[in-house]
């Protein structure tokens, strides 16, 4: 009988050993939060996820330094994931109902601002007594706040360009000022004559990314989804058709470089393959990457939708904010983010100087490193010519569900290019995503 | 007496130590296999957005029924099992008869060679195929340059070929794991089978059709199951390699329930109920397999 109850004994102390075990990787996981026990005094250590060293790291190391020069006891922990990673351990973490191994701050792409926002109720830290989201650009209001409470404070910008290689450009008979403020449709003729005279193609795409057609959409304040952010809107969206036929010239004119992933799309860049790229403000470390190629870029402003008379030349891609857990913690971490990126006109200085990060602080806009000219781009001022076209971007509801849309019009996408009619191929988007998305 | 003492009879402590020793696997068998197994079945009556979940009756087993990706899903992951698992299994016999012949030289480093694919990373290897297989990768330029073809095939943006690489892929990986079973089972096959069977005069072929392949069913059973389990699962190529893509072409269930769960604004529920249907699947086609191939007792 001993035996057996030694052997019981023994059990427990194993089964008790794995679920400690297990429980304590969590903390371990994320680089350790230091408030799980002592909730009641204010935490001073707070963790800090977000994706990108070139780009979120490299502002993040420079906010941590300002920081701590006015709060020298503050110790921040920055931990970098991919954005996909991040978005996993967000749902995980915040379904299993332990805040365990969460970041006090998080980054989130502006597109699923609003699924985080409203799937989690709680879950993030209201923000609206520390940052003025009067402070910010206007379009970026409608991702970071729910229900009248601002819960991000706006980051990365997304303001788009299109870079350009002046010498295929001028190659083809063309000068930069042919290029500037022209419609998609002059673009895609431009685009023949590149290819007549150079054979190089006018742009790089990948059919599983639909990011130019929410570009030509925003541009026109149009979106997937109606303004209350939930119906879907897409039988009935004549910017969304008239992104779709563009789409499909440009396909059919043979003037776009397919590529399959993102690694494709920047060798495309890198390499020489395309005259053009219509994308977010954040490729510019990308570009500059290739160093030989300096001084042959250019960046003008966004084509814009010839038949929607609301469309303008400036839209947004892939923004992103931050964004405060409602954990123990979230006061260090709300205080972190309205001393600096909330409020600190001199660090944005320091961020376009050292990183090339445009944010979305409305007074950072007039520091003199704005205007400083940038010798890769022929001594272009890109920074002002991206903080113009950023006041000027069309404020639209992202709503919930950017991606989950966008899986489904990519199978239309490819049913229209296959030769299914237009009307129809969208009313059966629309149809899907109605029963899709509640 | 012992069993005065404590009260047990013989029979009752002996049950009871043998109850002790198995009381650790049952536990956590328990706990990580049968408590998640029915939390999972009970998310799939919720829906709704992130931690907002109410419960809903079937209604997400009536969304299954109409969802077209679920359908597209479904479809492609029943292509992949159709045309690669039979394809697999065949090659991995052929392979392994071969191998098997004693007067092969070098037996052991072929066997290395094509075991050797299956204890490569799943993502390593994923990775790797997606580049072999880029529009400028390493097999359309040997193919051009041996002029089997014109063009660069787009082996991962176009929806036929994107099907066909992740084919390759698995068969690639695969083929070796299956091989491995045949061989040891031909092992146990006495070759004074093989003798006589010479004697008689039965020719290589003959003899495979009838002895080899009769004697090795239970194995041909076994890896069918497991490898068609494996295809419903199929997660990390699709992923790694086309994303999915072009247009859900080569999407998978798995990758669906993936999507479901953390690409689109996360739907744990209706993410369950999908993942429902696959076990429903695989226990409907394991019962088949068994019915069709399994020795009748």
Known sequence: ?438 | MKADRTGLSIRAKSNLTGWSFILIAVVMIAAFYFYPMVQALILSFKTGTGSNLTYTGGSNYVRLLSDKTFLTSLSNTFIYLIIQVPVMILLALFISVLLNDSKLKFRGFFRTAIFLPCVTSLVAYSVVFKYLFAADGLVNSLLMKLSIIQEPIQWITDPFWAKITIIIAITWRWTGYNMIFYLSALQNIDSSIYEAARIDGASSFKQFTKITVPMLKPIILFTSITSTIGTLQLFDEVMNITKGGPGNATLSISQYIYNLSFKYTADFGYAATVSYSIVVIIVLLSILQFKVAGDKK
């Open chain 1, 1 to 438: 009988m001993k035996k057996v109850i030694a052997l019981f004994l023994s059990c427990m102390v194993l089964l008790a050993g794995c679920s400690s075990g297990g429980g304590g990787q969590e903390p371990a996981a994320s680089g350790g939060n230091s408030s799980g026990g002592d909730s009641g005094s204010k935490a001073e250590e707070i963790t800090i996820w977000a994706w990108d060293p070139a780009f979120n790291i490299a502002a993040l190391n420079i906010a941590k330094e300002a920081y701590s020069q006015k709060n020298p006891d503050a110790k921040i922990n920055i931990v970098e994931f991919a954005q996909a990673d991040i978005i996993q351990k967000l749902n995980t973490g915040l379904n299993s109902g332990t805040t365990k191994g969460l970041p006090n701050i998080v980054l989130i792409e502006d597109y699923r601002a609003q699924g985080f926002l409203q799937s989690y109720p709680d879950a993030f830290y209201d923000l609206s007594g520390k940052v003025r989201s009067e402070d910010f650009a206007d379009y970026k209001i409608g991702p970071t706040s729910l229900n009248g409470k601002q819960y991000g404070v706006p980051f990365d910008s997304g303001v788009t360009g299109m870079y350009v290689r002046k010498d295929y450009i001028e190659q083809a008979g063309y000068t930069l000022d042919d290029l500037k403020n022209i419609d998609w449709k002059q673009y895609i003729e431009i685009g023949k004559a590149v290819k007549e005279k150079t054979g190089k193609d006018i742009i790089t795409l990948d059919p599983n990314d639909l990011g130019i057609i929410r570009m030509m959409i925003q541009s026109a304040g149009s979106w997937y989804l109606a303004e209350d952010g939930k119906t879907p809107d897409l039988a009935g969206n004549a910017a969304l058709k008239e992104a779709f036929e563009l789409y499909k010239e440009m396909m059919e004119a043979n003037v776009v470089k397919v590529n399959a992933d993102w690694s494709q799309f920047i060798a495309n860049i890198n390499n020489g393959d395309v005259a053009t790229v219509p994308t977010g403000n954040w490729i510019t470390p990308s570009v500059k990457a290739e160093a030989s190629q300096a001084g042959q870029w250019a960046i003008l402003p966004i084509p814009k939708l010839p038949q929607s008379p609301n469309s303008v030349h400036a839209t947004n891609l892939g923004g992103s904010s931050w964004y405060v857990m409602n954990i123990p913690g979230a006061e260090t971490a709300a205080d972190f983010l309205a001393q600096t990126f909330g409020s600190d006109v001199e660090m944005y200085q320091n961020l376009l100087t050292n990183v090339g990060a445009i944010g979305t602080l409305k007074a950072a806009a007039a520091g003199e490193a704005y205007a400083k000219p940038d010798e890769f781009f022929g001594g272009q001022q890109i920074v002002n010519d991206f903080a113009v076209w950023t006041a000027e971007i069309p404020k639209v509801n992202y709503g919930i569900s950017t991606y989950a849309i966008e899986d489904i019009l990519i199978v239309e996408m490819q049913n229209y290019l296959n030769g299914k009619g237009i009307d129809q191929a969208l009313s059966d988007a629309q149809a899907q995503a109605e029963a899709q998305v509640k």
